[in-house]
């Protein structure tokens, strides 16, 4: 037998025979059974729907019910049932077998007591999940998780059934990873480009991921390779958070965020078309969406401030419907299975024993025959935030071969990305910094011979900046060699080659200018800031694992070691970043030595003779250039926001200290609280700057009257880590023409300028001078390394802290050495006075350790966290009538009240009165009410008014204990046998009622009073009792499925149009998860 419900899916969901068995099952909720099953899981008979014998049903089903079939017509989370023909048995379940299903519903979990991070999942059908486990603990699997005490946090996730894969995002680790089902297998991509991802949604027939990245402020989608990405739109300043598509009809939805100009918009899959759908009131704050294919719909989460939406519409907007309410819930991520939706529930909750919970929910689309919605929920010990439902039912089927016209699959192929249109066509588009050629190619495009090279650390590329146009004219940087980008630099504009160091594969390598080849030039070193003298074709790099400078000869890769830090400075020794005098032949670093307020500026020769600190006691120096036209060194005090400019001719002596006769810039404002500008340099009398909390490029004019920074280049950087110019005519005339006195000294190995006219043979690391220009190795020297962490060594990080959080959990692994001659066992080791895991605030934060071998040699392991915090903006001040308290730290961020300084005034805000109101600043810095120009103050109503209330602060929301969980059964016998007892809270109720109407008759007693006042009185003590007869229900309905009065904090929108009411649920569902 297989006869299917009459529903729009390719895939119909149907009851069927089991053919190895000839038993029935059932494929889909049991709501949607439609067999003839007439007898219960007891044996016992089903009585007719229609019958009033042996027992009145409470629930017919939707067919009409003139048959004795089993039915679910309550959706009933056990399943399908009848009542019985027994007069001792109302009713019984009929246990229905369910079909085989592998479909899944997986989420992200964060557990912040042993600070783990997980996907989790569950069989999709609540109904399997009940079943399998008759009890409130139910056992979930784990697909991917991290260690205690690591920072890593899951945040998006995203499936596709056909390839059985998982997609997700680490928010703190900043990567994007794939689980695959098939292989147990998680592999690694985009990483360092992972910190702003928000939601994730998969196009399935043309293999292509889409990303929401709240940071970057765009929309993203990358080849399911991972090799190309580009942003298809960008939504600064207005970040990006939710977001869906429909691979068939070829929509994308997603939702930006502003305070009072939030809006959901919907573009075909390239971006393009785009619509808005909704724009505020009609949404919020909208962070989960997902689409129906079976029914068409969006829905989609919205939190009002106040409370939580799930909300629907068509594809273009039309039928908008409210599907769920709750004031004490903070929906985030949502996802679509069968008849039900998935929501999970950031609320933090605390049970009876001071646990913390939060709730991932299961919604139904429609009500039951009550108009009721049977809502139900598994109780998380950890935070969810995505979710997504792996399921063949949950898409038209991805096996469908049919090519649909204009299709990437029937079309020429593109070079990098193919996106269908709407049109029955289709787009190709480039990876960024790439152009496109003609309609499926993409090429590398020319910015002329003016422009400036960016390495961005979290692309692991390098980027070229037009210094003529750069708002439009930049492109990637070709490498020939496969590596991941940190740090940078080029010749300078003599046209032969480009430098940069791979920390992972722990290389530096040299590249012909227009990326053609690529050769590694130092091996085994992790080298941090590189610099190139193209005069003498010499690279000099700071290597982090020792803080050791050196240099490279840009032809055979020969290494000589020319500053080594001073034996009794080596473990506090912390170098930046160098730079380069190419006219007095001098080297110059910032140290911040790891500790504000005593960081140095150092010089020597390029040979390392005559090394001396040139500044003393500095903040935390870190960027450094010269500018070689004027003959200035400019430095950054990066935690200050500072620049300063010394002219070199005042540093011929040095003091230690800053000269008074200096250019200083200080960035600092209400706009860059608490920026960390690290990279500088300096071109044609123009300062180019990096703040490390923005994404792109800044410039200074210093001619101008007032000279301020701008920004300057693309906004398309995760993490600028270098920035150097190329200009060939600069070069010619300010640097060729300074010498180059090794040209004719005819080294065997290293050679370096003392001078514009002088030079001096140098020999590579491990060999001997035997003659003033020849080096060997007799075989009495030895390399004698420091030891080496290998890959061990953390990684720089950054976060982001919302107003009210002072700090964020950072967790790190100890480095592991090894060393060329003296055993790790014997190494001294050195650690930091902060250890893993630490909790940081709002500042740079620098950590080294420190390994000493036996022959005095020290290996370094440096790293950085960075935290910023964003800041509410300025309040905007009132009246001398209205009194505002001071801004507090609440249960939803920083707040305040206001109120009316007379107590016989009322506040009027357009068309709301009421006696006080909160503002609240949100985690973008903005207030919920940024424009308090329409307030004042009004008398009040001259009426008497009887005033119940509690005087707090600020009125909270508080949500009740779960109810006690019971089995199912015992919910449906209060549920179908009839009405329910009254329950104590209803009896107190009473009591209250009765205690006020007492009171009333000894106020009429007491008091000579005329008839028509003891009326009046009379009508108000009614009133009273109606109103707390109706909280009394209200709080009983609410406090079945645990949840407490809703008390709304902020004020709701006058514009606001949206009936939010409570919605009930038929059941109670609650279960625990471990």
């Excluded at 002219?647 to 008074?660: D, E, F, K, Q």
């Excluded at 249960?891 to 009322?906: K, R, V």
């Amino acid at each position: 037998m297989n006869t299917c419900l009459g529903l729009l899916l390719v895939l119909a969901f149907c009851h069927q025979t089991l053919a190895q068995s000839g038993q029935e099952c059932l494929s889909g909720p049991s709501v949607w059974y439609s067999g003839n099953q007439s007898t219960t899981n007891l044996g016992y008979t089903c009585q007719n729907w229609t019958a009033k014998s042996p027992h009145i049903p409470k629930y017919t089903p939707a067919d009409g019910g003139n048959h004795n079939f089993c039915r679910n017509p309550d959706h009933d989370i056990l399943g399908t049932w009848c009542y019985t023909t027994n007069s001792s048995k109302k009713w019984d379940y009929c246990n229905i077998t369910k079909c085989p299903d592998d479909s899944l519903v997986i989420w992200t979990n964060v557990n912040q007591v042993n600070k783990t991070t997980q996907l989790y999942s569950l069989p999709a059908d609540p109904e399997v999940v009940r079943r399998q486990s008759p009890s409130s603990k139910i056992n979930v699997t784990v697909f991917v998780g991290s260690n205690p005490g690591t920072t890593a946090e899951f945040w998006a996730v995203a499936s596709d059934y056909a390839s059985k894969q998982i997609f997700f995002a680490d928010y703190r680790t900043r990567y994007l990873g794939i689980y695959d089902q098939t292989t147990n297998d998680t592999s690694l991509y985009l990483e360092g480009m992972g910190h702003g991802i928000e939601n994730i949604a998969y196009d399935w027939r043309n293999r292509n991921l889409y990303l929401t990245d709240s940071s970057m402020k765009w929309v993203l989608v990358a080849d399911n390779q991972f090799q190309y990405y580009a942003p298809i739109h960008k939504a600064d300043p207005d970040p990006a958070y939710g977001l869906a598509l429909h691979s068939t009809k070829r929509f994308l939805f997603f939702s930006t965020y502003k305070l009072q100009g939030s809006k959901i918009i919907r573009t075909d899959l390239a971006g393009k078309n785009a619509t808005t759908l909704f724009a505020y009131p009609e949404v919020h704050d909208v962070t989960g969406m997902t689409v129906d294919y079976a029914d068409e719909k969006l829905y989609w989460t919205d939190f009002t401030g106040y409370g939580s939406l799930v909300m629907s519409s068509n594809f273009d907007g039309t039928n908008k419907t409210q599907k769920y309410y709750s004031g004490s819930s903070i929906y985030w991520g949502i996802a679509s299975f069968n008849s039900i939706l998935y929501v999970t529930d950031v609320h933090r909750r605390i049970d009876n024993t001071g646990a913390l919970y939060y709730h991932l929910w299961w919604i139904p689309k429609g009500r039951n025959q009550k108009g009721r919605l049977n809502v139900g929920n598994y109780k998380l010990t950890g935070k969810p935030r995505g979710v997504t439902v792996m399921s063949r039912q949950t898409e038209q089927s991805p096996f469908d071969p049919v090519l649909v016209t204009g299709s990437c699959q029937a079309s020429p192929e593109c070079a990098h990305i193919c996106l269908p249109r709407l049109n029955a066509t289709r787009e190709c588009i480039c990876s960024i910094g790439y152009t496109k050629q003609g309609d499926t190619g993409c090429i590398t495009n020319s910015v002329g011979t003016r422009y400036m090279l960016v390495s961005d650390a979290g692309q692991g590329k390098i980027f070229r900046v037009s210094l003529d146009n750069s708002s439009s004219n930049y492109s990637v940087f070709p490498m020939a060699q496969a590596s991941k980008v940190t740090f940078m630099t080029n010749d300078g504009g003599a046209g032969s080659f480009v430098f940069w160091s791979d920390k992972q594969k722990q290389k530096i390598f040299k590249s012909t200018i227009n990326g053609a080849t690529a050769r590694t030039l130092v091996d085994k070193v992790h080298a941090r800031f590189l610099a190139f003298d193209p005069l003498d074709q010499n690279l000099f790099y700071i290597d982090d694992d020792t803080q050791y400078i050196a240099f490279a000869d840009a032809i055979n890769g020969y290494v000589t070691t020319i500053m080594k830090p001073d034996r009794a400075q080596r473990n506090k020794t912390s170098i930046r970043q160098l730079t380069l005098d190419l006219q007095m032949k001098k080297v110059y670093w910032t140290d911040t030595r790891s500790t504000n307020d005593q960081g140095q500026l150092w010089r020597m020769n390029y040979d390392g003779s005559q090394k001396e600190i040139v500044f003393d006691n500095l903040n935390w120096p870190h960027g450094i250039t010269i500018d070689q036209k004027n003959r200035i060194l400019y430095f950054t005090e990066s935690k200050r926001s500072q620049i300063y400019g010394i002219s070199l001719a005042l540093l011929a002596n040095v003091t230690g200290t800053i000269p008074t006769n200096r250019t200083f810039y200080n960035l600092k404002d209400g706009k860059r609280k608490n920026g960390i500008v690290t990279e500088i340099q300096v071109i044609n009398d123009l300062i180019y700057f990096n703040d490390r909390t923005r994404n792109y490029m800044e410039v200074i004019d210093p001619s101008a009257a007032n000279p301020g920074a701008s920004p300057f280049g693309p906004r398309d950087f995760y993490r600028i880590r270098s920035m150097v110019y190329y200009d060939t005519s600069y070069f010619i005339q300010y640097i060729n023409k300074l010498g180059r006195p090794c040209a004719l000294k005819g080294c065997n190995s290293n050679c370096v300028a003392l001078t514009r006219g002088t030079s001096k043979c140098l020999c590579q690391d491990g060999f001997n001078l035997v003659t003033s220009n020849l080096c060997t190795n007799d075989g009495t020297q030895r390399p004698d390394n420091p030891p080496s962490y290998g890959v061990t060594c953390p990684t720089s990080k950054i976060r982001v802290l919302p107003p009210c959080s002072n700090s964020t959990p950072f967790s790190w692994a100890t480095p592991a050495w090894t060393d060329d001659f003296t055993a790790t066992m014997n190494l001294t080791l050195t650690s930091p006075s902060i250890t893993s895991p630490a909790t940081l605030g709002p500042g740079f934060h620098e950590f080294s350790y420190t390994a000493t071998d036996h022959s005095g040699n020290v290996g370094h392991c440096t790293f950085d966290f960075t935290v910023t915090q964003t800041q509410c903006r300025a309040r905007q001040g009132l009246g001398t009538n209205i009194i505002e308290t001071a801004t507090i730290c609440g249960d939803n961020g920083p707040e305040y009240n206001i109120t009316c300084a007379s107590a016989n005034q009322l506040l009027q805000f357009g068309q709301d009165t009421r006696s006080y109101m909160t503002n609240r600043c949100f985690s973008s810095g903005e207030w919920m009410y940024p424009n308090l120009n329409g307030l004042q103050c009004v008398d009040a109503p001259s009426t008497t008014t009887i005033i119940i209330a509690t005087t707090t602060h600020r009125p909270t929301t508080t949500a009740a204990p779960p109810a006690t969980t019971t089995t199912a059964a015992a919910a449906r016998t209060t549920t179908k046998k009839g009405p329910m007892k009254p329950t104590g809270k209803a009896s107190t109720t009473s009591g209250k009622a009765t205690t006020t109407a007492t009171l009333a008759a000894k106020l009429t007693k007491g008091y000579a009073m005329s008839s028509g006042a003891i009326a009046a009185i009379v009508i108000l003590v009614i009133v009273f009792v109606a109103v707390v007869a109706v909280v009394a229900v209200q709080y009983v309905r609410n406090g079945k499925r645990g949840v407490g009065m809703i008390i709304p904090v902020f004020w709701k929108p006058k514009e606001d149009t949206i009936n939010l009411q409570n919605d009930t649920d038929d059941g109670g569902n609650h279960y625990s998860v471990l």
